[in-house]
Every structure is written in structure tokens, then in C-alpha cells.
């Protein structure tokens, strides 16, 4: 496979293509941005130690009966997936509450959301990625109502392999964000990365709500030890076999 061309340079990663049309090279990037990318640095060994998560977790959805874009991962920053047309929806899965939930809601940090709470927020940076309702999602219209059906039944199904999968790496899966994207085929796939830039993972061995974050909140609110983090969460995962 010879890499080809930059098609597009997102926040955490790049993508090329290939010789193959409907392959893409995704490169994963050291870079972190937060708050819309207002706040920006660099993690070092991020680009790997996602790449080899996220790949990690693909291997698991696809076990689990979960089409995703992932085909392989060719070297550590490197993964060769599908090509897609991304959906420009964010789909996020909230297991307990924390972050914008909490900020906009009243809600207490660490309130058990049971069923889980499945979002949607439309993908636009110019418009800070607005949280969206299912009337506003009728007319805009960026997925049939039968894809937003699917998707979010695919968010619970997800949401329950992670976080039994996390549990097993003696972690809280407390929310995640998810991209979903049609291939050639007109097939919906899970797409983009699961890894600490998109979950919020907390350390079950921590009860200190600062020393348990695993996951871009230590980036984001200047924690510390944001890579030793990371690192762990990856020796966690790659421990647990697929
Ligand atoms: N998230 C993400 N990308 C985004 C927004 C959110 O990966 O552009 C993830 C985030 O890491 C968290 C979950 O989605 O795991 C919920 O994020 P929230 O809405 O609480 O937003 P935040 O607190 O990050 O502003």
C-alpha cells in the first residue's frame, strides 16, 4: 500500500489516502486541543499510545458484532481504515454525569444516569458543536430519521461492551463521544477514535476526584501527569485480550 495525498488535517489527526479508494491512512497526532480548540498543546507519545487504544477497541466492537471503519494498524501512529462519509453528528453516551452536563443541567458531578443518557450534538466548530434535540435533528436533517434510530441504538450497544470492557481494566467508563459514518456501501460504521481524548475514564483505584481522571480532563484542567495517564489507560486496555 503506498500512502498518498493529505485529504484533511483535523485537531488530533490526519488522513491520506492510498492506492485504494475506498482505504484511508489515519496518522494520529501528539497535538491536544480543548474548549473548541481556544486551548491548545501537545501530549507527548499521545499519537501512539491512542492509535494502539483505539485500535484495541475497534478489534472489540467488530468481536462484538459492531461494524467500525478500523482494517488494521500499519505502524504506531498509523491505522488503515475504511473510507466514510462521516456523519456530521457527535453522538455522546453519558454513564454519569460530569463535564457539560453538569455545567448546563445543575446536575451533581457523579450522578449515576441510569438508563444512560445518549446525546446528539451537531459537528460544526464555527457553531461550538451544539447539543441538539431530536425535532431540531428533523430539520436539519443531517441523518434519515432511520440513521439516527440506528445510531443510537449502536451508542448502547457500544456503550455496554465498553463499559463492561473498562470494568475489566478497573475503570469507570463515566462518557464517551462517538462518530459514525456510510461507506461505499451505504453501510453505517462506527468511525473517528475511542481513546482518553474522547472518554472520560476514572481510575476505580482513586477515590480522589483529581488523582482518579484517566482521560483529556488532566490536559483539560491542568492536572498533570496527562501522558502518564494515557500510558496507563493503554497498559490497561492492551492487557485484556480480543
Ligand atoms: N467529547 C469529545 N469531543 C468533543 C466534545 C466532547 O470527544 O468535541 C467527549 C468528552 O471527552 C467527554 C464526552 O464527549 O468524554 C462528553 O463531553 P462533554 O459534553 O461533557 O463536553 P466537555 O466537558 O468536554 O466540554
Request: with cysteine.
Amino acid at each position: 500500500m503506498s500512502v498518498g495525498q493529505k485529504l484533511y488535517e483535523g485537531k488530533a489527526k490526519i488522513l491520506y489516502s492510498t492506492d485504494d479508494l475506498d482505504v484511508l491512512l489515519t496518522y494520529f497526532k501528539d497535538d491536544a486541543t480543548a474548549f473548541n480548540a481556544q486551548k491548545r498543546g501537545s501530549i507527548q507519545g499521545k499519537g501512539e499510545i491512542n492509535c494502539a487504544i483505539a485500535s484495541h477497541l475497534f478489534k472489540l466492537m467488530e468481536k462484538n458484532g459492531i461494524p467500525t471503519h478500523f482494517l488494521d494498524r500499519t505502524s504506531g501512529n498509523e491505522m488503515r481504515v475504511r473510507s466514510v462519509k462521516i456523519i456530521p453528528l457527535e453522538v455522546v453516551v453519558r454513564n454519569i454525569a460530569a463535564g457539560s452536563l453538569c455545567q448546563q443541567t445543575g446536575l451533581k458531578l457523579g450522578t449515576i444516569l441510569n438508563p444512560p443518557l445518549v446525546e446528539f450534538y451537531l459537528k460544526d466548530d464555527a457553531l461550538g458543536d451544539p447539543l441538539i434535540t431530536v425535532d431540531r435533528l428533523r430539520v436539519l436533517d443531517p441523518a434519515s430519521a432511520n440513521q439516527v434510530d440506528q445510531l443510537r441504538s449502536m451508542a448502547t450497544r457500544i456503550n455496554s461492551v465498553l463499559q463492561s470492557f473498562f470494568e475489566q481494566c478497573g475503570i469507570t467508563l463515566v462518557d464517551f463521544k462517538l462518530e459514525f459514518g456510510t461507506d461505499s456501501q451505504g453501510r453505517l460504521l462506527l468511525a473517528d477514535e475511542i481513546s482518553p481524548d474522547t472518554c472520560r475514564l476514572w481510575n476505580q483505584a482513586e477515590t480522589d476526584p483529581d488523582r482518579r481522571v484517566m482521560d483529556k480532563d488532566r490536559f483539560r484542567r491542568d492536572l498533570g501527569n496527562v501522558e502518564d495517564a494515557y500510558r496507563q489507560v493503554m497498559e490497561r486496555v492492551l492487557e485484556q485480550t480480543v
